[in-house]
T-cell receptor, first 114, second 118 residues
Framework: KAGVTQTPRYLIKTRGQQVTLSCSPI?????VSWYQQTPGQGLQFLFE???????NKGNFPGRFSGRQFSNSRSEMNVSTLELGDSALYLC?????????????FGPGTRLTVT | AQKITQTQPGMFVQEKEAVTLDCTYD???????LFWYKQPSSGEMIFLIY??????QNATEGRYSLNFQKARKSANLVISASQLGDSAMYFC???????????????FGKGTKLSVKP
């Protein structure tokens, strides 16, 4: 079974630009979650999508948005990029059962904002 | 509020020895899950082991075991017979069950950097 894939793997953008990251979950998984990882703040939850609906949202500004398509693939968009948005963005998918359902992570997209 | 604490920023262990990585958590919920992930320098988060709050037995997965002490709110990871490839960041995480039985998001600790010496 193929794992979670994320594209692109690396990205360099300029302040003020916008960016879209993509995540394809494991086949059959309906839940996709996004996390931001920075050296200072660690791993922080952005949002979760399940069956094309945002089910859960972390404490991030409205510049961060996402969506999920009918095939469970998800995109995350960040508008008006700031230097502090430089981070590793990780996507995780799960079947979305009980609290014990495992989340499988992709390799991440490393975003650098200059 | 949910919180995960990993008090060891870095650990060293000799190859083939066992090592324990500490994790304590704080939650008022009765139903939750505890996870350990490994993150090599490549960045990918690799799932290692899971313990449910109602599980009576400690979880084991190959060389990994989770020492779950519910009353102390502790979920330490034990790696037996360390290998050079175990050198990585290790994150403890928790997820509470949302109302309705759906999964909540993972809350992560700050991580422990494990270095295995030959």
């Amino acid at each position: 079974k193929a794992g979670v894939t994320q594209t692109p793997r690396y990205l360099i953008k300029t302040r003020g630009q916008q960016v879209t990251l993509s995540c394809s979950p494991i086949s059959g998984h309906r839940s996709v979650s996004w996390y931001q990882q920075t050296p200072g703040q660690g791993l922080q939850f952005l949002f979760e999508y399940f069956s094309e609906t945002q089910r859960n949202k972390g404490n991030f500004p409205g510049r961060f948005s996402g969506r999920q398509f009918s095939n469970s693939r998800s995109e995350m968009n960040v508008s008006t990029l700031e230097l502090g948005d430089s981070a590793l963005y990780l996507c995780a998918s799960s079947f979305s059962g009980r609290a014990g359902g495992e989340q499988y992570f992709g390799p991440g997209t490393r975003l650098t904002v200059t | 509020a949910q919180k995960i604490t990993q008090t060891q920023p870095g650990m060293f262990v000799q190859e083939k020895e066992a090592v324990t990585l500490d994790c304590t958590y704080d939650t008022s919920d009765q139903s939750y899950g505890l996870f350990w992930y490994k993150q090599p320098s490549s960045g990918e988060m690799i799932f290692l082991i899971y313990q449910g709050s109602y599980d009576e037995q400690n979880a084991t997965e190959g060389r990994y075991s989770l020492n779950f002490q519910k009353a102390r709110k502790s979920a330490n990871l034990v790696i037996s017979a360390s290998q050079l490839g175990d050198s990585a960041m290790y994150f403890c995480a928790m997820r509470e069950m949302n109302y309705g039985g759906s999964q909540g998001n993972l809350i992560f600790g700050k991580g422990t950097k494990l270095s295995v010496k030959p």
